[in-house]
């Protein structure tokens, strides 16, 4: 069985700040995306409480989750060394929050003004 370090309080709190923060960024991301390009995700119901009682859950459970994971994984053994397990946590959010983003955030299938629903002020150079 491998050896995980030891959460600490601050690593807890690092991880529902870090991922918290990251998942409201990818649903005020996702929000703008849906209203630029008037996409209609739910008929009457809106895409407000789609994103409230969906939307928020997945981002805080993936992000928060992944960063505790990446962290501690990355952490163990190493001591009092925490910038390198930052960094791949770091990476591996805005990996997943691209990838939820370009699933949920720009559904192709769903009618809407926009190419492929992908706004235009998304960058090109990014995929989605």
Known sequence: ???????????????VVIGGAAGFG???????????????LTGPVGNGPTLFFV???????????L????????????????TMPLLAALIAIAIAD???????GTPATLPGICPA????????SIPT
């Open 55 to 65: 939307g928020v859950p997945v981002a805080l459970v993936v992000n928060i989750g």
């Open 1 to 15: 069985m491998t050896d995980v370090a030891k959460s600490s309080k601050g690593e807890t709190f690092l991880s």
């Open 67 to 82: 960063f505790n994971i990446v962290f501690r994984f990355m952490r163990r053994g190493k001591g009092g060394r925490w």
């Open 117 to 124: 629903n992908v706004p235009p002020w998304w960058p090109k």
């Open 98 to 104: 691209l990838a939820l983003f370009s699933w949920a």
């Open 26 to 40: 990818l649903l005020v991301l996702t929000r703008r995306a849906w209203d630029v390009c008037h996409v209609d």
